[in-house]
Antibody, heavy 120, light 110 residues
Framework: EVQLVESGGGLVKPGGSLRLSCAVS????????MSWVRQAPGKGLEWVSS????????FYADSMKGRFTVSRDNAKNSLYLEVDSLRAEDTAVYYC?????????????WGQGTLVTVSS | QSALTQPASVSGSPGQSITISCTGS?????????VSWYQQHPGRAPKLMIY???YRPSGVSNRFSGSKSANTASLTISDLQADDEADYYCSSHTFSNLYVFGSGTKVIVL
């Protein structure tokens, strides 16, 4: 069974940093491009970043460039997202999602999300 | 990258059909051949309902169908049921290797 489990969220002060993790099981991580998607309270989904299986290709949404860093450790079956200089508007549930390993573009599996709250 | 535009809400009675639209700009670089749709119940993770415009993943009811015309994709839910009440998001890939989501539509079952 495919499972994605995010962790690392919590309450952080403005200007602080956070590292989110996504532990996966049930599939071979290095065969899949993975993404982070966030959702502010009461708002819609917002794609953050994607990273290819061997980290050769990394992409960020325009609004995420500079403060967000995605990485992965396939040996540890884990995906990461570091966020620096946190702002109130970064408050959101952060989901990791698996992209399909075919010539298409969609997310076939999602984690349950981890909540990041930025507040003083 | 601007979000794709969806109606804020769509409502229907049980047994009826509803359609949710997902529209982009003529100037965006969205690849409309890869539109997908996600259902999200409150407090839950999104669930894939349609991919590549018209395809349903295994396990998704055939009451859900997708289509597109030019830069507008649509999700139709037929024989509306109480459990269909949820938020629905369209998404697609861009020629710049980014993803974009729609603004989201709340489906209300009357």
């Amino acid at each position: 069974e495919v499972q994605l489990v995010e962790s690392g969220g919590g309450l952080v002060k403005p200007g602080g940093s956070l590292r989110l993790s996504c532990a996966v099981s049930g599939f071979t991580l290095d065969s899949f491009t993975m993404s982070w998607v966030r959702q502010a309270p009461g708002k819609g989904l917002e794609w953050v970043s994607s990273i290819s299986g061997r980290s050769a290709y990394i992409f960020y949404a325009d609004s995420m460039k500079g403060r967000f860093t995605v990485s992965r450790d396939n040996a540890k079956n884990s995906l990461y997202l570091e966020v620096d200089s946190l702002r109130a508007e970064d408050t959101a549930v952060y989901y990791c999602a698996r992209e399909v390993p075919t010539a298409s573009w969609y997310f076939d599996s999602w984690g349950q999300g981890t909540l990041v709250t930025v507040s003083s | 990258q601007s979000a794709l535009t969806q109606p804020a809400s769509v409502s229907g009675s049980p047994g009826q059909s509803i359609t949710i639209s997902c529209t982009g700009s003529d100037l965006d670089d969205v690849n409309y051949n890869y539109v997908s749709w996600y259902q999200q119940h409150p407090g839950r993770a999104p669930k894939l309902m349609i991919y590549d415009v018209t395809y349903r993943p295994s396990g998704v009811s055939n009451r859900f169908s997708g289509s597109k015309s030019a830069n507008t994709a649509s999700l139709t839910i037929s024989d509306l049921q109480a459990d269909d009440e949820a938020d629905y998001y369209c998404s697609s890939h861009t020629f710049s290797n980014l993803y974009v989501f729609g603004s989201g539509t709340k489906v209300i079952v009357l």
